[in-house]
């Protein structure tokens, strides 16, 4: 991989902090918190990576406001990621939004996050080790 890594995401329960630090870990990317941190400027040959939770059914609207004002070279390379309490319905959303925006959306990954909409009852324990050790694999066979 010959230009930067970046791991944007957007997390308001912590569920997809992990998974986004899992990733930039294995691979050597930077994490970039759309709501502490500005975007960074993507260039052609760069990786981007995008995750968010699941909220009513899509993506967060921190993260949908960041992803449409980002500037992307035409035909950067993507991968979305996410965690969910029901389903994974966000990382569609987000594949479209990056499409949209004129990247290559390579592959997507989830897996299930602590429920804090349900006080927490559903996915105790989740994003698991099992889980962050899927993220990690994923991050790097989309960056082979």
Known sequence: MAGKIYVV????????????KAIAEAVGGTPVDVRRE?????????????????YWGRP??????????????KGIKAAVFGTFGGKPRQIEALARILTEKGAQVVDKFSCRGRDWFLLGLLGRGRPSAEDLKAAREFARRVVR
């Open 60 to 73: 967060s609207r921190p993260l949908r406001r960041a992803l449409r004002s980002w500037a992307l070279p």
């Open 38 to 54: 500005p975007l960074p400027k993507a260039q052609p040959g760069d990786m981007i990576f995008v995750g968010d939770g699941v």
């Open 9 to 20: 995401y957007a997390s308001l329960t912590g569920n997809t902090r992990k998974v986004a």
